[in-house]
C-alpha cells in the first residue's frame, strides 16, 4: 500500500542517499511508500551542491528521476516570486529560496506531506490556505 504524495527536502534526499546516514532508513521507508515523489528544481542544485564528492550518489538519484521514481519539479518565475513572498512573510525563520520553493511547491501541488530534516522551520510554517505541513520523518539528530 503506498502513501500519499510527498516533497522532498535537501536533507531528507542526502539521508536518503546515504547508507550510513542515521535517519536513512526511516527517509527511506518513507519516501519509498509514497506514490509521488517530488523533488524541487532547486532542491536538486542544492543537493549535488552538497554531493560534489560523491558523484556515484548524484548519478543515482539523477537514474530515479530519469526512470519516474522522482518526479523533477521545475522552478518557475511565479513560483520564484511566491517563494520570495513566503521568505519576506516568515523572515524570521530565514527560510532563503530554496527552503521557501519547497513551501511554494507544496501550495501549487496542494502537497503537505514533507520529507525534511529541517522539522523546527518547517513545523513553523503555514501553507496560504493555513495548513501545516506533515512530517513523514522525525529525525533522531
Do not use: K, N, W
Not at 45 to 66: I, Q
Not at 70 to 90: G, K, W
Not at 104 to 109: F, K, P, S, T
Amino acid at each position: 500500500m503506498s502513501d500519499a504524495a510527498l516533497i522532498c527536502d535537501t536533507g531528507a534526499l542526502l539521508d536518503y542517499l546515504d547508507r550510513s546516514a542515521p535517519d536513512h532508513r526511516a527517509f527511506r521507508r518513507a519516501i519509498d511508500r509514497a506514490r509521488a515523489r517530488y523533488v524541487p528544481g532547486l532542491v536538486l542544485a542544492e543537493v549535488d551542491s552538497f554531493l560534489r564528492d560523491d558523484r556515484a550518489a548524484m548519478r543515482a538519484l539523477t537514474r530515479d528521476l530519469s526512470s519516474g521514481a522522482f518526479t523533477l519539479a521545475p522552478v518557475e518565475l511565479t513560483s520564484i516570486e511566491r517563494a520570495m513572498e513566503i521568505d519576506r512573510r516568515f523572515a524570521a525563520l530565514e527560510l532563503g529560496l530554496v527552503d521557501a520553493s519547497v513551501v511554494a511547491l507544496a501550495e501549487q501541488l496542494d502537497v503537505v506531506r514533507l520529507a525534511t530534516r529541517d522539522i523546527a522551520d518547517f513545523s513553523a510554517v503555514r501553507l496560504r490556505d493555513g495548513s501545516a505541513f506533515e512530517m513523514v520523518v522525525v529525525p533522531r539528530r
